[in-house]
């Protein structure tokens, strides 16, 4: 079976959070320029993805959720997170929310970090563990997973 991937969860985020916003904005928290805050946790998400993504390449190992692993990766920004990838798009989700300055596009936001980490972290980490078994419980105790 193949499953849907992290991007395609952003996507669908971030497209609904346009008719959300458009349709049913339920309070406007923010108004301009004072919704540029969101900028913050955008730019930080891009950097976060664009790091993680180019360390995954550095050590040779998959990028894609749920393949095999080959090495655990420690470098930054896994040595402050255990799921800069996760973190990083859900930054960018709650950047782009900000940015509209509206309550409900944070609907979206919630969602997709609780999709995250049901489908895709936990079992991750199960096969971390059986992948790199001592080592990885190393690692898990001295870094958080999320933040």
Not at 1 to 29: D, G, K, Q, S, T
Not at 69 to 92: H, I, K
């Amino acid at each position: 079976m193949r499953r849907i991937n992290p991007p395609a969860y952003l996507l669908l985020a971030l497209i609904a959070m346009a008719p959300l916003h458009l349709l049913e904005p339920v309070c406007r928290y923010w108004s301009f320029p004072l919704t540029l805050i969101g900028l913050v946790p955008l730019v930080v998400g891009i950097i976060l993805n664009l790091t993680a993504d180019r360390e995954f390449k550095r050590a040779g190992t998959t990028v894609k959720p749920l393949e095999r692993s080959t090495t655990l990766v420690e470098r930054f920004p896994f040595s402050f997170t255990r799921n800069p990838m996760y973190l990083g798009m859900t930054l960018l989700l709650l950047g782009v929310a900000l940015l509209l300055g509206t309550l409900s596009p944070l609907a979206p936001v919630a969602l997709f970090a609780g999709l995250m980490d049901r489908v895709f972290i936990g079992p991750e980490e199960e096969s971390l563990a059986r992948s790199f078994g001592e080592e990885w419980e190393t690692y898990r105790a001295k870094v958080r997973r999320w933040i």
